[in-house]
């Protein structure tokens, strides 16, 4: 990326106002304003054919008027008027453009967006926009927006998609007490986007980490290649996520692809900490722009109350950091700063009459222990102590321990003594929350961040020597046969070039052909109605199992033709499969969905027929490496019956991954052609016996 024109747009030297007005009560005269208000120490060009003064400053008609040069310009006139600005910011060298306009893309006028993209690309020119509020920065002094003031400073940048949420965030970054270096309003995201912004804020030392409210990506890829490279933490809140809208999906992992999971999966695998919601977004910007990532589980809470003591330990509990017993030399010596009835273990609990000293002692000692990875310290306010002594008695600690690289949070429950001792600790780069699941929440959020981060540095890419011209083959014979999804026989093969092990699946066409193919594979078998006109085939009475002899495998196939055409009479019958009828195993489904923002997408999970109602399914962006698979298969809530419970053998979880690895090769390979796709059930068997797929489903992409 050339880092000059945004450095051009976002740390301007010079900014003018395209459509500046002399009347208060346009958006042209407030941005002007507060670009005035907020301190901004550049030069300032209200730029408008009409007025020659505004707000002390000379008026220019049009930009080519300036006789300086601009790095910046906030446009705020008419959108059918915006090309010809645009045209003239070209033509005078202006680096980057912030269009607050609306009438764009967002209410269906996407050709004039369009022309506008196109007109700044040929001078390259950035935009910012439209259909934005602005952009605000403290340590510019810079408020080129119509939002009422710069926030409340604070080492974060917040971007959003929203910009009427972005200037309600600005007010509340006042009543929350959390600040933000830089709030920037995205909106249409024509030209610069999410991935632009981060890129270029991994780098600007006036913020350390880098929060986003996001309403839906245009490359989600794209995304994901950015966030994984940055060093700073980002912070993602995706809204829209609830199942309403959602399209009718063909598979059973399209019907469970929706956006929560196929987001949530691209975070986690882009190392990006996901907030749950606006307040969480606000507590992870603070937490995760002042304190450094949690390395490891080994998390210890100090407390001066039971009660704040064990509902932290319950959070800890449920954010995945469950609490450990401190070691023995480690509670020996706590033992010396609290009272016989307090406890040494964990949560370490210093009793109400806990004060300066011994806050002091124990956190000092606390932090600089090597078994400490991470701290909590929670304090109820007492009549026998000040928040603010206690607060101090902290900070003292800390500083003289000099423990780099281990995090603290802190939670301060009582009333507005315990709010500003809250406040002077943020000030000293301790987030602080009036709960102790909060502090709890936003330690975990630092864990998690290492986890990921860890994860992110494997690569996923890899070469699994695999048969793609063979499938390609499969699909285009379909294709010509003028249908848009794959029989059973068919998916199998293609599962077969790439290595996935089928059960052996042979077309019979008639009677006589089914029984020769029958003793061919041995008894038992399976026999399936393929048709593409019946999808589902057990609903269509299309399914015999457990096949024994000539005479059954006779009569099942002249029931199973009746009942497909009772089904759907002019259904288009290719035959009856007939299949090796694979002994039990544990049932995993495997599937694809070609995601619209993050393109082929991978799905495991306990399959058969109640996966829609279990939903014990993961996602992963493809391509997924072994390794990945084999945390795929850990993180399902099932994952203990593939580990092997009660006395049950462990499934075979290597060949299983190994499965996975090259079901999403085979997605990538193919994604101009599969739209989405399902291998389920897929019978695992115990461990070094491998795993059979049983049921196959590719749906083609329409062309
Ligand atoms: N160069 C410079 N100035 C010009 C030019 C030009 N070529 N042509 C016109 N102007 C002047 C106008 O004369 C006017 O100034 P005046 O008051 O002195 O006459 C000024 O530019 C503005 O033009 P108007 O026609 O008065 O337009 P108005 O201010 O009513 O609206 C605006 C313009 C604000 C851009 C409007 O079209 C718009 O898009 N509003 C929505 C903006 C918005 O909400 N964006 C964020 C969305 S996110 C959210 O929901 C919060």
Redesign the pocket.
């Known amino acids: 990326m050339d880092r000059s024109k945004l450095d051009g747009l976002m740390r301007p030297k010079s900014i003018a106002i395209?459509?500046?007005?002399?009347?208060p009560t346009?958006?042209?005269y407030t941005v002007v304003k507060n670009i005035i208000e907020g301190g901004y120490e550049g030069k300032i060009y209200p730029?408008?054919?009409?007025?020659t003064e505004l707000l002390g400053l000379k008026v220019y008609p049009?930009l080519m008027d300036v006789p300086d040069d601009i790095d910046a310009a906030v446009i705020?006139?008419?959108?059918k008027?915006v090309i010809?600005?645009v045209e003239d910011a070209g033509k005078k060298g202006v680096k980057g453009l912030i269009i607050?306009?609306?009438?764009f893309a967002e209410s269906g006028n996407r050709k004039l967006e369009q022309e506008v993209v196109a007109k700044a690309q040929e001078y390259g020119v950035r935009i910012l926009g439209p259909?934005?509020?602005g952009t605000l920065s403290n340590a510019e002094k810079l408020n080129a927006s119509f939002a009422p003031t710069l926030p409340l400073p604070g080492k974060g940048a917040l971007i959003s998609q929203s910009?009427?949420l972005l200037?309600s965030l600005d007010m509340a970054t006042f009543t929350r007490k959390v600040g933000f270096e830089k709030l920037i309003?995205i909106?249409n995201m024509s030209d610069i986007d999410f991935a632009d912004l981060v890129e270029w804020l991994d780098e600007d030392e006036s913020v350390s980490s880098i929060s986003l409210y996001i309403e839906g990506f245009k490359d989600g890829r794209k995304f994901m290649d950015v966030a994984k490279k940055a060093k700073k933490p980002v912070i993602a809140l995706k809204a829209g996520v609830s199942a309403h809208g959602a399209v009718a999906a063909a598979s059973h992992t399209g019907s469970l692809a929706g956006a929560a999971k196929v987001y949530g999966a691209a975070f986690q695998q882009a190392g990006v900490v996901q907030a749950t919601d606006l307040n969480n977004l606000f507590d992870l910007s603070l937490t995760l722009s002042l304190q450094p990532p949690m390395y490891g589980d080994n998390l210890v809470i100090i407390t001066n109350g039971g009660g704040v003591g064990v509902l932290a330990t319950d959070a800890a509990e449920r954010f995945g950091l469950p609490l450990k017993f401190v070691p023995k030399d480690v509670q020996e010596e706590l033992k010396k700063h609290m009272p016989e009835f307090g406890s040494a273990k964990n949560p370490v609990d210093l009793t109400g009459m806990a004060g300066y000293d011994w806050y002091y002692d124990t956190v000092k000692f606390v932090i600089a222990h090597a078994w400490t990875e991470g701290l909590v310290i929670l304090y109820c306010e007492t009549a026998m102590t000040d928040p603010m002594e206690i607060a101090k008695g902290i900070i003292v600690a800390l500083d003289e321990a000099n423990v780099h690289g281990k995090p603290v949070t802190i939670s301060f429950v009582g009333g507005e003594k315990s709010e500003k001792a809250m406040q002077w600790l943020v000030e000293q780069n301790i987030p602080s929350f009036s709960a102790p699941d909060l502090a709890v929440h936003a330690i975990s959020a630092l864990r998690e961040y290492a986890r990921m981060k860890e994860i992110v540095s494997e690569s996923d890419h890899q070469t699994i020597p695999v048969d793609k011209e063979q499938a390609l083959r499969i699909i285009k014979l379909a294709r010509e046969d003028g249908r848009d999804s794959l029989t059973e026989v068919e998916a199998k093969q293609v599962f077969a070039a790439y290595g996935l092990p089928t059960t052996t699946t042979l077309l019979a066409k008639s009677e006589d052909e089914a029984v020769k193919l029958a003793k061919e594979i041995g008894f038992p078998i399976v026999m399936k109605i393929v048709s593409p006109d019946i999808l589902h085939k057990s609903d269509a009475g299309g399914v015999k199992v457990n096949i024994k002899d000539v005479t059954s495998c006779r009569e099942a196939f002249k029931t199973i033709m009746a009942n497909a055409k009772e089904y759907k009479a002019d259904a288009n019958i290719h035959g009856i499969a007939i299949q090796e009828m694979a002994p039990w195993g544990t049932e995993v489904i495997l599937g694809s969905v070609n995601d619209a923002t993050f393109g082929p997408t991978m799905m495991f999970g306990l399959g058969g027929i109640f996966v829609e109602i279990l939903k014990d399914v993961t996602f992963r962006v493809a391509p997924v490496s072994k390794n990945s698979a084999l945390r795929m298969i850990g993180e399902i809530r099932g994952a203990p019956i593939l580990a092997g419970v009660r006395g049950e053998e462990p499934r075979d979880r290597e060949m299983l991954a190994e499965t996975i690895s090259r079901y999403a090769q085979m997605i990538v390979d193919l994604q101009d052609d599969v739209s989405e796709s399902d291998a389920n059930p897929v019978l695992v068997y115990a461990e070094g016996k491998g795993l059979k797929v049983v049921d196959a489903r590719i749906i083609l992409k329409k062309k």
């Open positions: 395209v459509g500046a007005s002399t009347d346009k958006i042209g730029i408008n054919p009409k007025a049009t705020t006139v008419p959108a008027l010809s600005v607050i306009t609306s009438g259909n934005i509020v910009g009427a200037i309003s909106g």
